[in-house]
């Protein structure tokens, strides 16, 4: 029986301060943890028992999480101390996987499509592993995959002269061999156990690893720039016309792909979609651009926003200047004493309070 492994123990350092407060797995796309896109891919290939690594966030994702029960399914929490690689992750997870295959996905990836494909390709061939790769224009910033005949014939993390521009997408599928070779190999200049080790330690003892080219659309969403894609790729995606379970005054235009969530107030306001509102907001007097998702409990007032990410209970006033490309934490307050012709583009965490004047 194939099961899962999500791992959910990173810091999130690139899109500090939020994940000062907050799980990086945790920041919402379209108003969703980026996590359960991951758990839904899982279930999508009716995988019943996953195994989700947390670390110093544990608290946080099982709160969020739970036990599984939502999606059909029974997560296992498995403690790392500290982010001490990919593969390590993989070694202390063998008492959960014992001798079944699994599929290994990186809690903060986001693949469109899922990977349903992927592990179906799986099952019919006689593999040992399968691993997802997608083409990319800066492969040095990733583990690289050199392929020969259909099979993965080297690997290199982060390479200064990249053989392929074939990157490791944070997907892959591993059967029992993978844990003689986390137990075989050394940590990394970085002191982490490399998963790209681990594998190249399969292909280097004669074990069949396959890869698996994605053709649709991927994203590490590490950094607020990949985030706020991916954010702009899901709403794009979006199969609806406005749906609308709140109350829209007659002064305000609603067009194109908009979701508003029940007991949220729309007042004289314009919202042109691709864009997704929360419960329990209020828009007032402001325009909310394409690509923007805003969580519940929000007050947007006078202001004009666009492709960007507003969490719970913030709220943002009086901003003369258009708000664009931007991640704003929980709980934040924004506001402005004195007009002035401005641009304004913001990563805040929770519980900030920014008075512009």
Same mark, same amino acid.
């Given at each position: 029986?194939?099961?899962?492994?999500?791992?959910?123990?990173?810091?999130?350092?690139?899109?500090? &301060?939020?994940?000062?407060?907050?799980?990086?797995?945790?920041? &919402?796309?379209?108003?969703?943890?980026?996590?359960?896109?991951?758990? @839904?891919?899982?279930?999508?290939?009716?995988?019943?028992?996953?195994?989700?690594?947390?670390?110093?966030?544990?608290?946080?994702?099982?709160? *969020?999480?739970?036990?599984?029960?939502?999606?059909?399914?029974?997560?296992?929490?498995?403690?790392?101390?500290?982010?001490?690689?990919?593969?390590?992750?993989?070694?202390?997870?063998?008492?959960?996987?014992?001798?079944?295959?699994?599929?290994?996905?990186?809690?903060? /990836?986001?693949?469109?499509?899922?990977?349903?494909?992927? $592990?179906?390709?799986?099952?019919?061939?006689?593999? /040992?592993?399968?691993?997802?790769?997608?083409?990319?224009? #800066? &492969?040095?910033?990733?583990?690289?995959?050199?392929?020969?005949?259909?099979?993965?014939?080297?690997?290199?993390?982060?390479?200064?002269?990249?053989?392929?521009?074939?990157?490791? =997408?944070?997907?892959?599928?591993?059967?029992?061999? !993978?844990?003689?070779? =986390?137990?075989?190999?050394?940590?990394?200049?970085? /002191?982490?156990?490399?998963?790209?080790?681990?594998?190249?330690?399969?292909?280097?003892?004669?074990?069949?690893?396959?890869?698996?080219?994605?053709?649709?659309?991927?994203?590490?969403?590490?950094?607020?720039?990949?985030?706020?894609? %991916?954010?702009?790729?899901?709403? #794009?995606?979006? #199969? $609806?016309?406005?749906?609308?379970?709140?109350?829209?005054?007659?002064?305000? #235009? =609603?067009?194109?792909?908009?979701?508003?969530? @029940?007991?949220?107030?729309?007042? /004289?306001?314009?919202?042109?979609?691709?864009?997704?509102?929360?419960?329990?907001?209020?828009?007032?007097?402001?325009? !909310?651009?394409?690509?923007?998702?805003?969580?519940?409990? =929000?007050? !947007?007032?006078?202001?004009?926003?666009?492709?960007?990410?507003?969490?719970?209970?913030?709220?943002? %006033?009086?901003?003369?200047?258009?708000?664009?490309? *931007?991640?704003?934490?929980?709980?934040?307050?924004?506001?402005?004493?004195?007009?002035?012709?401005?641009?304004?583009?913001?990563?805040?965490?929770?519980?900030?309070?920014?008075?512009?004047?």
């Amino acid at each position: 029986m194939l099961k899962g492994l999500i791992l959910s123990g990173g810091k999130g350092t690139r899109l500090r &301060p939020i994940t000062y407060t907050s799980a990086k797995q945790l920041i &919402p796309i379209a108003n969703k943890p980026v996590l359960f896109y991951g758990i @839904e891919a899982l279930v999508e290939c009716g995988i019943k028992e996953i195994g989700i690594v947390v670390g110093h966030t544990k608290d946080e994702i099982m709160e *969020s999480a739970g036990d599984g029960s939502r999606w059909g399914v029974r997560f296992t929490y498995i403690y790392q101390p500290e982010p001490l690689g990919l593969a390590h992750a993989v070694m202390i997870s063998e008492d959960f996987i014992k001798d079944s295959p699994f599929v290994m996905y990186l809690g903060d /990836n986001l693949i469109l499509g899922g990977i349903k494909s992927l $592990v179906e390709d799986f099952k019919r061939s006689n593999a /040992n592993s399968f691993i997802l790769l997608a083409r990319v224009k #800066d &492969p040095g910033q990733f583990g690289v995959a050199e392929l020969k005949d259909g099979k993965v014939v080297r690997l290199e993390e982060k390479p200064k002269e990249p053989k392929s521009d074939l990157a490791l =997408v944070g997907v892959y599928i591993f059967d029992k061999n !993978i844990f003689k070779a =986390v137990k075989e190999i050394k940590p990394s200049w970085r /002191n982490e156990l490399e998963i790209t080790d681990a594998i190249q330690w399969l292909v280097s003892n004669g074990y069949d690893i396959r890869p698996h080219i994605v053709k649709g659309w991927w994203k590490d969403t590490g950094k607020l720039e990949d985030l706020l894609e %991916a954010n702009r790729m899901v709403l #794009d995606f979006f #199969d $609806v016309g406005v749906v609308n379970k709140g109350k829209i005054d007659s002064a305000s #235009d =609603v067009q194109f792909k908009v979701f508003i969530d @029940e007991g949220t107030e729309i007042r /004289n306001s314009t919202i042109r979609g691709p864009a997704i509102i929360g419960k329990r907001a209020k828009v007032i007097n402001s325009y !909310i651009g394409p690509f923007t998702s805003i969580q519940d409990d =929000v007050l !947007i007032e006078n202001c004009e926003i666009e492709h960007s990410i507003v969490l719970s209970g913030s709220k943002i %006033a009086n901003i003369p200047g258009r708000i664009t490309d *931007s991640l704003i934490g929980k709980n934040v307050s924004i506001s402005t004493e004195e007009r002035s012709p401005k641009a304004y583009r913001f990563l805040l965490g929770d519980h900030s309070n920014v008075v512009i004047k």
